[in-house]
């Protein structure tokens, strides 16, 4: 027993070290909380990342890498959402399909509504993650506009989703 501890302690160690930078440089595990607008605030301010760097779907965004002078909306008790006109943004894509999503903005950019229209789902791993990601997408984005958290395990459908959201934002 002692033989096999002095031969796997080296593979902990560096596991042990790999985890822990990976830990200190992920953003989903060592994210700050984002400051809340205040209450007479129609939106909230951010940046909106258009790509992103890791090489799976299993992180979150890379916060190096966001566009300068990006709106952002969010939902606002204070706007009239009665008046909101529903837009299509642009579709974003992905390595396993593309992610659309609808809009309901009103005049002054307030988000009243986000659903994704097109999203991948033709193969089960992609199903799979999207039936989870999609709603949770659709909530987030709809409260805080395109500088909602990436979900983890769909990065690349949480970034295309804020691609095709800043597209409608853009137009306005």
């Known amino acids: 027993m002692s033989t096999l501890i002095k031969r796997a302690a080296p593979g902990f160690a560096l ?14 595990l060592n994210a700050q909380p984002e400051p809340l607008a205040s209450a007479g605030d129609a939106s909230a301010t951010g940046s909106a990342s258009a790509s992103d760097t890791g090489t799976s779907d299993t992180g979150t965004s890379d916060p190096g890498a966001s566009d300068s002078g990006s709106s952002t909306a969010g939902q606002s008790t204070g706007s009239d959402c009665s008046t909101a ?10 390595q396993w399909g593309p992610v659309q999503v609808e809009m309901a903005v009103t005049g002054d950019g307030t988000i009243c509504s986000v659903e994704a229209i097109a999203y991948p789902d ?9 039936s ?10 709809a409260s805080k506009g395109v500088s909602f958290q990436a979900i983890s395990g769909a ?11 800043q597209s409608v934002l853009d137009r306005l």
């Open 85 to 94: 006109q529903t837009a299509t943004g642009d579709a974003a894509y992905t």
């Open 132 to 141: 989870y990601a999609i709603p949770q997408l659709n909530s987030m984005a």
């Open 15 to 28: 596991a042990t070290v790999t985890l822990g930078a990976v830990w200190m440089f992920d953003p989903a």
């Open 155 to 165: 990065t690349y459908t949480s970034e295309a989703y804020r691609e095709s959201m």
């Open 122 to 130: 033709n193969d089960t791993h992609s199903a799979r993650i999207n």
